[in-house]
């Protein structure tokens, strides 16, 4: 199974930028799909997540109102569309799934992970 992250890159603060994650190796149009996020120093946080149909999203309370999550279960994608970013937002983003229900926000969740990819907000 792999997922791969693209997307990320340099941008003024106020800009947009929209991550995309695409799974292989095995469907998850069934179960959990999410991102996260870690900048250096810190502890890899929750971004947003969303469930196996997309009708279910959660966001993290940094995030809520500028970014949105989104899936294509026939694409086995997943994309995170961030707008307003803030040099806080700088970190290394990563995809993940799992085959879980539920929309959570522990890491451990997660059985799968991207390899990452790197955002940063200039001010």
């Known amino acids: 199974v792999q997922l791969q992250a693209s997307g990320g890159g340099l941008v003024q603060a106020g800009g947009s930028l929209r991550l995309s994650c695409a799974a292989s190796?095995?469907?998850?149009?069934?179960?959990?799909m999410g991102w996260f996020r870690q900048a250096p120093g810190k502890e890899r946080e929750f971004v947003a997540g969303?469930?196996?149909?997309?009708?279910?999203?959660r966001y993290a309370d940094s995030v809520k109102g500028r970014s949105t999550i989104s899936r294509d279960n026939a694409q086995n994608t997943v994309d995170l569309q961030m707008n307003s970013l803030k040099p806080e937002d700088t970190a290394v983003y990563y995809c993940?799934?799992?085959?879980?229900?539920?929309?959570?926000?522990?890491?451990?969740?997660?059985?799968?992970w991207g390899q990452g990819t790197q955002v940063t907000v200039s001010s």
């Open positions: 993940a799934a799992d085959g879980g229900t539920a929309v959570v926000d522990s890491p451990l969740r997660y059985d799968y």
């Open positions: 190796g095995r469907t998850f149009s069934r179960g959990r």
């Open positions: 969303i469930n196996w149909s997309g009708g279910i999203t």
